[in-house]
């Protein structure tokens, strides 16, 4: 019986080492720890971009009782002041159009966004909302969006929808059988020269304005209207080695130019671009 027990417990040791070890064998799952993330580095290169100027001079004579000369000058760089037309006699209704052509380097991310409240501060929802290029005669009707409570469409091609700097947009807002209309001109055509020590904008606006932000994120160089130059020189902001990312914003803005519309009614016409310099 002892000599039993023993081989017993003998076997029992056997299959104990010998499952031990198949344990200790048996493969272990790799475990990666860790993360890349790869940022793109952007050196301080860029292509010229040249805007000419044209300075047109026409002379017109008319000749009646009396000779008059009539001499008209133009540049490509113009400030736009824009008067709107009406046809609106209420007061029932608060107006606040935005248009906004995103230029992302590659094509023109754009916004139409068109809010309608009446006298008592709801929205309408049922006005017909139309955006012309008077430039082109080219026009496109916003529909009511219903998760902005607004007029609202986004195309981030410029497929569908157009921003073309230089050129005048008119809103139309047609409600309780009144027409509100308001005009602005589209500023834009913004490039950074191949030294990325310049910024420049072909079509100006009221409200620009330019900021510069330091590798560390905090602002190394603002500007803003009145007075900002549309060729501003950005090369007293590169203070250390890293990436300098740029913005600018040209905006035409109006306030209470839907005649016959409240004082709050506005229109706001805005151009945005940016660059990333690696200094």
Request: some cysteine.
């Amino acid at each position: 019986m002892k000599t039993f027990i023993k081989t017993s417990a003998v076997i029992i040791l056997l299959f104990m080492v010998f499952f031990g070890c198949m344990k200790q064998s048996s493969p272990v799952a790799p475990v990666i720890d860790g993360t890349y993330t790869a940022t793109p580095t952007i050196t301080r290169t860029g292509t010229i971009t040249t805007t000419p100027s044209i300075s047109p001079t026409f002379s017109i004579t008319m000749t009646t009782t009396i000779t008059a000369t009539i001499t008209a000058t133009s540049t490509q760089t113009p400030t736009f002041t824009v008067t709107p037309t009406f046809t609106a006699t209420s007061t029932a209704v608060t107006i606040s159009a935005y248009i906004d052509g995103f230029d992302t380097g590659g094509g023109m991310d754009i916004t139409y966004d068109i809010s309608i409240v009446d006298a008592g501060g709801n929205t309408i929802t049922d006005a017909g909302v139309t955006v012309k290029n008077v430039s082109t005669a080219w026009q496109f009707t916003v529909p009511y969006n219903a998760s902005t409570t607004s007029y609202n469409i986004e195309d981030p091609t410029g497929a569908t929808i157009q921003y073309t700097p230089g050129s005048v947009y008119e809103i139309d807002v047609y409600s309780n059988g009144i027409t509100y209309t308001a005009q602005s001109a589209a500023p834009g055509n913004g490039s950074l020269s191949s030294d990325c020590n310049t910024v420049s904008w072909q079509y100006d606006g009221n409200n620009d304005s330019i900021e510069v932000d330091n590798p560390s994120g905090a602002v190394a160089l603002a500007d803003s209207d009145p007075g900002l130059d549309y060729n501003t020189d950005i090369s007293s902001a590169y203070s250390a080695s890293g990436d300098y990312p740029i913005y600018l914003w040209l905006i035409n803005s109006y306030d209470g130019v839907f005649a016959g519309s409240t004082s709050g009614s506005n229109i706001w016409v805005e151009y945005d671009t940016g660059w990333d310099v690696t200094n």
